[in-house]
């Protein structure tokens, strides 16, 4: 059990200064609503509002895109090497 929270916390950290970031949080707990809000419409009859779904999906790809632009966005911006 202790392995999974390190890997949790892993994949929630900051690759620069290994600090959890808010915005993979964020991204982590809408992914977690989307799956949620699938497996009570498809498996339970639940009616989801699309505009909630719809919404929480920007979210995600929002997030997901800027997580992935910091990869490749310089470490010191004011450092002309």
Excluded: W
């Amino acid at each position: 059990m202790k392995g999974f929270f390190t890997n949790l916390k892993s994949i929630l950290s900051d690759s620069q200064n290994n600090t959890i970031s808010s915005k993979r949080i964020v991204v982590f707990l809408c992914v977690i609503m989307m799956i949620v809000g699938f497996v009570a419409n498809v498996g339970y009859g639940i009616e989801v509002s699309e505009h909630i779904y719809t919404s929480i999906m920007y979210v995600v790809l929002v997030g997901v895109g800027l997580t992935g632009i910091e990869k490749f966005a310089p470490k010191n911006p004011c450092d002309p090497s």
